[in-house]
C-alpha cells in the first residue's frame, strides 16, 4: 500500500529540543547547587536525566520529583532558584535540526501529508512550532490534549491523527526519536517506523523492538520514502 503522510514527533525529532533541555537543566542544576543543593554538579545531572527518562521528557514537575529524590523534602529556596535558571537559559536554545525546513518543503513537493504527533501539552506544542516557523507545513498536529491526556506508546494519540488523516496504519510512515515511546507506540498499531538517532537521548529498554528505518539526519528520510514506494 502506498504510503500517503508522514508523521513526526516533535521534540528531538524536528526541534533540536535535547540541546535547549540540557542547557537549561545545566542551569538550573547549577542554580541549585549555588542555592544549597549538597550535589555534585555531574551526579546531579545523571539522577534528573534518569527522572526524565522514567517520567518523560515533557514533565512538569520534574524538579520537584529531583528534590523529593535527593533532598527528601521540597527546599522553597533550591527549587525557585532551579525553576528561575531554566526559564531565562530555554528560550535562547531552541532551533530546528539541520535540514528539517529543506526535507519538509520537499516531502510537501512530492505530495505526502504530514502531521505531528506529540506529547507536548497543546500550546507549548504550537508555541514551538511557531517560533521555528513550522507550524504551516502540517495538515494535523496531535498533543496529549487532543488525544485526551493520553501519551505515547499508547497507541491512541495515532489513532487521532490515523482518524483526522482519513488513512490505514499501512498508509503512514511514523518518525520519532525515542525508542520506548514513539517507536513502540507506532508499531502496537502496525505503523511502519523510523528511528531518529541524531535525536536519540534514551535506549530502548525491549532489545526485541526494533524500527523499521534509522536515519542519522532528517534528509535521509527521503531515501527511505522512496525505498518504500
Not at 529540543?17 to 545545566?26: N, Q, R
Not at 506544542?125 to 494535523?140: G, S
Request: some cysteine; glycine content about 6%.
Amino acid at each position: 500500500m502506498r504510503i500517503k503522510a508522514v508523521l513526526f514527533d516533535l521534540d528531538n525529532t524536528l526541534i533540536d529540543f535535547l540541546k535547549m533541555k540540557k542547557m537549561s537543566c545545566e542551569a538550573a542544576i547549577t542554580a541549585m547547587i549555588n542555592a544549597g543543593l549538597p550535589l555534585e554538579k555531574e551526579k546531579a545531572m545523571r539522577i534528573l536525566w534518569d527522572l526524565y527518562d522514567e517520567h518523560g521528557i515533557e514533565y512538569g514537575k520534574i524538579f520537584q520529583q529531583f528534590l523529593l529524590k535527593t533532598v527528601g523534602h521540597l527546599d522553597w529556596k533550591i527549587l525557585s532558584g532551579g525553576i528561575v535558571a531554566y526559564r531565562r537559559v530555554k528560550n535562547g536554545f531552541l532551533e530546528p535540526y539541520p535540514h528539517v525546513i529543506p526535507t519538509l518543503l520537499k516531502l510537501r513537493e512530492l505530495g505526502f501529508r504530514l502531521a505531528v504527533v506529540s506529547d507536548a501539552p497543546r500550546m507549548r506544542a504550537w508555541l514551538r512550532m511557531t517560533a521555528m516557523k513550522i507550524a504551516d507545513f502540517f495538515d494535523i498536529v496531535v498533543t496529549s490534549d487532543d488525544a485526551e491526556g493520553k501519551k505515547k506508546p499508547d497507541p491512541h494519540p495515532y489513532k487521532v491523527a490515523l482518524k483526522k488523516l482519513n488513512l490505514k496504519p499501512q498508509e503512514v510512515v511514523f518518525v520519532g526519536d525515542n525508542p520506548n515511546r514513539d517507536i513502540l507506540g507506532a508499531k502496537k498499531l502496525g505503523i511502519k517506523t523510523v528511528l531518529a538517532k541524531y535525536g536519540e537521548w534514551t535506549k530502548a529498554k525491549d532489545k526485541s523492538m526494533k524500527p523499521d528505518y534509522e536515519i542519522n539526519d532528517v534528509q535521509e528520510l527521503l531515501d527511505v520514502l522512496d525505498s518504500i514506494s
